[in-house]
């Protein structure tokens, strides 16, 4: 016996009443003006034709697949897509929504019809005055006035819902791709950034000992798109280039040493955690505090750049020349 998807959906839909196959990868299309279509409005009828579809999308383990379950008659009929691997949830539930449509207008042109959708996104989208997406655009051309849109909650137990669910699931699984679409312009931008992201790492992993920026990568070993240092301090500190007697020596600028004579070494960190003509300045900053947690620390850090800047404006009393 069959259960009747509408006596359930009912309770639980907003309705609004209402044309290419989508194999083709996605492009961008002519916005027509909003004055020369009809509008799509929510309305808050109950369905009550004997002819309704629920349709649905799926990612699952990378793979991709769309359905629609059509009640017609007494029988229930299953159509199901997979989709490229690349393609988003809401191409799949697009698509669902278009092959819905497409059955409803070559096999049942003349009756009133009752098209289910979870996807609040892809409804939404087709209110829009101004669509965009190549998707949309062709699935609100494919509407007419026999055709009734619902959003339906997915997952509380609507029989057409869970059905279709189940449905673009499967389809899944199927061993070749029936509707092929092209990368949606978001998950473009992220295989780019996440490509370009991977490549830098890989650049900087392989620095070797002698190498250009080795002392930061020994701070920072992953790379960050967000990560942007502009303090002239902070970047001191980081970098290792600023006013230090290793730095003046290391570029023959100066050859000079610390006054203190605790450290042969004199770069900058030797002043922020070490050295002793500076402890008066330093609170918060541990002699086992390091780069990284100076840097990241706020208290630390505005204890820092006043040690540096200091530094800076007593440097003939700080360094002293090397005979």
Not at 137 to 164: C, F, M, P, Y
Not at 259 to 272: P, S
Not at 289 to 314: A, F, G, K, N, W
């Amino acid at each position: 016996m069959l259960i009747n998807p509408l006596a359930q959906a009912h309770r639980v839909c907003n309705a609004f009443p209402s044309q290419k196959d989508i194999s083709e990868p996605e492009r961008r299309v002519a916005v027509a003006h909003h004055s020369s279509r009809s509008p799509v409005h929510w309305g808050g009828q109950q369905p009550n034709a004997p002819l309704s579809i629920f349709t649905d999308g799926s990612k699952l383990d990378g793979r991709v697949g769309a359905a629609f379950l059509v009640y017609h008659n007494n029988s229930v009929e299953e159509h199901q897509y997979r989709l490229s691997d690349h393609c988003s949830v809401f191409q799949a539930e697009t698509v669902a929504l278009q092959k819905a449509i497409l059955w409803k207008r070559l096999n049942a042109p003349n009756e009133d019809c009752h098209i289910f959708s979870d996807s609040m996104s892809v409804l939404m989208s087709l209110q829009n005055h101004l669509i965009k997406n190549n998707q949309v655009q062709e699935t609100r051309q494919l509407l007419d006035a026999s055709i009734s849109l619902h959003w339906v909650k997915a997952h509380i137990g609507v029989a057409g819902n869970e059905e279709a669910d189940r449905a673009a699931k499967v389809a899944t699984q199927k061993d070749g791709v029936d509707v092929h679409l092209g990368i949606p312009e978001r998950t473009m931008k992220r295989l780019l950034k996440d490509s370009l992201l991977a490549h830098w790492q890989t650049v900087w992993d392989s620095r070797e000992e002698g190498v250009k920026g080795l002392y930061t990568r020994n701070i920072f070993a992953k790379v960050s798109r967000t990560r942007c240092i502009s303090n002239p301090y902070d970047i001191q500190l980081a970098t290792n280039h600023g006013l230090s007697p290793h730095y003046l020596r290391k570029f023959n600028l100066r050859d000079c040493s610390c006054r203190c004579g605790e450290d042969q070494e004199d770069m900058v960190l030797h002043f922020v955690i070490k050295c002793p003509l500076l402890s008066h300045l330093r609170n918060s900053i541990k002699f086992n505090s390091t780069v990284l947690q100076v840097l990241t620390h706020p208290t630390l850090r505005r204890e820092m750049r006043s040690i540096l800047r200091h530094v800076y404006l007593h440097e003939r009393d700080m360094f002293q020349n090397t005979d």
